[in-house]
């Protein structure tokens, strides 16, 4: 056990050296001029200003070299500041957004990370749940349907459903509005009096106590939260009805039957422990694809968050901002599938065993 | 005695008649074909992807281009950026009139028979050449996705030890970050060296697309690689390159193919979504995605505006769907667990 965790942990600052290889390799792609992002806010025009700020960053000097002050940063020789350095979280400045990327990642991060929370609650909840029925009624309706909806799901783009969703609740019913918050609740959000702990509205509004503004970053996220997770809603119930018919079907199964336990207790306490192994797994891909949902759901809602960053800094060309996200997102899930892996192996004893 | 021809022949007589489309096929892939026949899900899915092929081969009649235009151009109908409702006449350049316009349509000049996004894009010529851009691009990252990811994974699997290891940890890197956000950064990355236009976004999809399948021969090689037929082919000394190619990867590909095949509708669909996001082909454009992506200037209104989602949407969802129930029936009729089930 504490070998495979071992070696597991050792694998990550390789994935994370690789990760950095793979966007500096990419931005390579652009001219030390583009690239001068990395470390001013603003490109000069002037050539031999230009060619000063090249110079002092290194710009032009060999590929390695560039790596490594790209992870650690450069000393500005007049003034004595560091600038750039990944490590040090400096990601450089965004073209387009006219500010620099920590700043776009500290600013609208939470925002992702509440929506991204609040879509793994019914995914669990709800896709676990039905596979549970489908597999359990398997071959009778309540499995048809589950099944139905499942490739339904599958099938539905996630910005032609979230279109869909703003069409029929927002265009026509207007119940839920796009967005992340109302603009008389910001104002409030955005006051003095308003403590924000954890930058995320919904927990933030429940600690002081605003149900009011609660309610309407709830009626918010409604929309992009369905559109986040209809996908995985679907993933789930599939990989539970699969795995759960398997377990349904072992031996020991028929033994607690035969004992004359309450069908009840044989699926929740019998069968349902094991038939989760797999969705523990599923986690982990989970985990990859919300974070790259929220791209379009973001983009689609309107909502601030890192995804609709992304995407606007990707179609203005504006590269050093992506990559910049792309950095923090391939780290992130570096990251979390390790703590995925070591988990799995605290779960099922076969893992440890290898 | 011994036994005569007549005698061997009702000796063996197999139990089971064999057809002359399961002798020509051979068993394998016989019992694929008569799974999807049987399905009725996915008989479905077939009938829609032979009714989105022959949209894409019939393009020219169904939508004729303007003449000496790039048919990929959607024509427009002048520049005003409120859309019009499906059946508004075409008030000006129209496009040259298909010869079954006036006995359907019943008009002797061309209405937006779907409606015209902002910008006074006509939807319907855009649905339609939108059918071949999927399909092109769709064929592309497949063909281009399975090489790649067959190349690696065959390479890793026969040499083993470190070279394995290197590829297998390029393959965990690449891995490491969504696919649709790499891809999108990538063809970020790669518009302004190749121009805008569908290539970006088709060589970042590929680029972030062949790893599952690098993965999937490998395991298969691994397998393969072991057995008699292989180990006899190394003992009388046939060369690396020829076992590896005549002997092995024949008898590994096939579940690759199956599940490559099976991701087409995966790469219609991520392509689509770039476009949507504005990082695919230039505006106007026949895409189903770039189409889609009107509707986003037009939120509050989408009531009055409905015909900018539907009728894209409607294709591209109707392309995956059909593409997912064929490759759901494949998956059943493949998976050695649900054998002899049905």
Do not use: C
């Given at each position: 056990m504490i070998n495979y965790i071992v070696r597991r942990l050792l694998l990550v600052p390789l994935l994370l050296f690789g990760v950095t290889i793979l966007i500096f390799g990419m931005l390579q792609f652009l001219s030390p001029v583009q690239r001068s992002a990395l470390y001013v806010r603003d490109i000069p025009r002037n050539e031999r200003v230009l060619d000063g700020v090249i110079r002092r960053y290194g710009?032009?000097?060999?590929?390695?070299?560039?790596?490594?002050?790209?992870?650690?940063?450069?000393?500005?020789?007049?003034?004595?500041?560091?600038?750039?350095?990944?490590?040090?979280?400096?990601?450089?400045?965004?073209?387009?957004?006219?500010?620099?990327?920590?700043?776009?990642?500290?600013?609208?991060?939470?925002?992702?990370?509440?929506?991204?929370?609040?879509?793994?609650?019914?995914?669990?909840?709800?896709?676990?749940?039905?596979?549970?029925?489908?597999?359990?009624?398997?071959?009778k309706w309540p499995d048809h349907l589950s099944r139905i909806f499942g490739i339904l799901g599958w099938s539905f783009p996630t910005f032609v459903f979230g279109l869909l969703m703003l069409m029929i609740f927002y265009a026509n019913l207007r119940w839920f509005p796009p967005g992340r918050i109302s603009d008389w609740a910001n104002r409030i959000v955005l006051s003095e009096e308003f403590h924000s702990y954890t930058k995320m509205v919904t927990i933030d509004s429940l600690l002081n106590l605003r149900f009011d503004i609660f309610l309407d970053v709830a009626r918010h996220m409604v929309l992009p939260v369905i559109t986040l997770s209809y996908l995985w809603w679907a993933m789930m119930l599939r990989v539970t009805r699969s795995s759960m018919l398997e377990v349904l079907h072992q031996d020991y199964?028929?033994?607690?039957?035969?004992?004359?336990?309450?069908?009840?207790?044989?699926?929740?306490?019998?069968?349902?422990?094991?038939?989760?192994?797999?969705?523990?797994?599923?986690?982990?891909?989970?985990?990859?694809?919300?974070?790259?949902?929220?791209?379009?759901?973001?983009?689609?809602?309107?909502?601030?968050?890192?995804?609709?960053?992304?995407?606007?800094?990707?179609?203005?060309?504006?590269?050093?901002?992506?990559l910049g996200l792309a950095l923090l997102n391939g780290?992130?899930?570096?990251?979390?599938?390790?703590?995925?892996?070591?988990?799995?192996?605290?779960?099922?004893?076969?893992v440890r065993l290898d | 005695?011994?036994?005569?021809?007549?005698?061997?022949?009702?000796?063996?007589?197999?139990?089971?008649?064999?057809?002359?489309?399961?002798?020509?096929?051979?068993?394998?892939?016989?019992?694929?074909?008569?799974?999807?026949?049987?399905?009725?899900?996915?008989?479905?899915?077939?009938?829609?992807?032979?009714?989105?092929?022959?949209?894409?081969?019939?393009?020219?009649?169904?939508?004729?281009?303007?003449?000496?235009?790039?048919?990929?151009?959607?024509?427009?109908?002048?520049?005003?950026?409120?859309?019009?409702?499906?059946?508004?006449?075409?008030?000006?350049r129209q496009p040259p009139l298909p010869f079954w316009w006036k006995a359907i349509v019943g008009t002797d000049?061309?209405?937006?028979?779907?409606?015209?996004?902002?910008?006074?894009?006509?939807?319907?010529?855009?649905?339609?050449?939108?059918?071949?851009?999927?399909?092109?691009?769709?064929?592309?990252?497949?063909?281009?996705?399975?090489?790649?990811?067959?190349?690696?994974?065959?390479?890793?699997?026969?040499?083993?030890?470190?070279?394995?290891?290197?590829?297998?940890?390029?393959?965990?890197?690449?891995?490491?970050?969504?696919?649709l956000l790499a891809a999108m950064t990538l063809s970020a990355v790669l518009t302004p060296k190749l121009g805008k236009g569908i290539y970006p976004a088709m060589i970042a999809l590929a680029a972030f697309?062949?790893?599952?399948?690098?993965?999937?021969?490998?395991?298969?090689?691994?397998?393969?690689?072991?057995?008699?037929?292989?180990?006899?082919?190394?003992v009388i000394g046939v060369r690396d390159a020829r076992i590896l190619l005549?002997?092995?990867?024949?008898?590994?590909?096939?579940?690759?193919?199956?599940?490559?095949?099976?991701?087409?509708?995966d790469y219609v669909l991520?392509?689509?979504?770039?476009?949507?996001?504005?990082?695919?082909?230039?505006?106007?454009?026949?895409?189903?995605?770039?189409?889609?992506?009107?509707?986003?200037?037009w939120i509050t209104n989408l009531g009055a505006y409905w015909f900018i989602v539907i009728f894209p949407g409607l294709a591209l969802v109707l392309f995956v769907l059909s593409w997912n129930l064929v490759g759901d029936a494949l998956r059943d009729i493949l998976d050695p667990r649900l054998r002899g089930s049905r």
């Open positions: 710009l032009d000097q060999p590929i390695y070299v560039q790596y490594w002050k790209w992870l650690v940063g450069t000393r500005d020789p007049r003034t004595g500041k560091i600038a750039g350095g990944i490590l040090r979280g400096d990601f450089g400045y965004s073209r387009t957004a006219s500010e620099s990327v920590a700043d776009i990642i500290k600013r609208r991060f939470p925002a992702t990370l509440e929506l991204t929370l609040w879509s793994v609650v019914p995914v669990v909840a709800g896709g676990v749940v039905l596979g549970v029925i489908s597999a359990v009624n398997h071959n199964i028929t033994t607690a039957r035969a004992k004359g336990l309450h069908e009840r207790i044989v699926v929740n306490r019998h069968a349902l422990p094991n038939a989760l192994m797999p969705v523990v797994t599923i986690g982990g891909t989970m985990v990859l694809g919300l974070l790259s949902g929220v791209v379009i759901t973001e983009t689609v809602f309107n909502y601030p968050g890192i995804g609709s960053a992304a995407a606007d800094a990707a179609s203005n060309l504006d590269v050093v901002t992506v780290s992130v899930l570096v990251v979390a599938n390790v703590v995925i892996d070591v988990l799995y192996a605290f779960i099922d004893p076969r | 005695m011994t036994a005569t021809d007549s005698e061997l022949d009702t000796q063996y007589t197999p139990v089971r008649k064999i057809g002359w489309l399961e002798r020509m096929l051979g068993i394998e892939l016989y019992r694929m074909v008569r799974g999807l026949v049987t399905n009725p899900l996915s008989i479905i899915g077939m009938l829609l992807l032979v009714f989105f092929l022959f949209v894409a081969l019939a393009a020219p009649l169904l939508a004729p281009p303007r003449p000496g235009g790039d048919p990929y151009q959607i024509p427009r109908d002048g520049y005003s950026s409120v859309p019009k409702p499906p059946g508004s006449e075409w008030s000006s000049h061309w209405i937006h028979l779907m409606g015209a996004a902002s910008g006074q894009w006509d939807i319907y010529y855009g649905v339609v050449w939108g059918t071949r851009t999927a399909l092109r691009v769709g064929v592309t990252i497949t063909l281009v996705t399975a090489a790649v990811g067959i190349t690696l994974g065959s390479i890793s699997a026969y040499y083993g030890g470190a070279v394995d290891m290197i590829i297998m940890r390029i393959v965990d890197i690449f891995l490491a970050f969504p696919n697309g062949w790893m599952g399948y690098a993965r999937l021969i490998r395991s298969d090689i691994l397998s393969v690689r072991e057995r008699e037929y292989v180990l006899a082919a190394r005549r002997h092995i990867l024949p008898n590994a590909i096939f579940p690759t193919l199956v599940v490559a095949s099976m991701r087409f509708g991520s392509f689509a979504a770039l476009s949507f996001l504005g990082i695919g082909a230039e505006v106007g454009y026949a895409d189903w995605g770039q189409l889609l992506s009107f509707a986003r200037a």
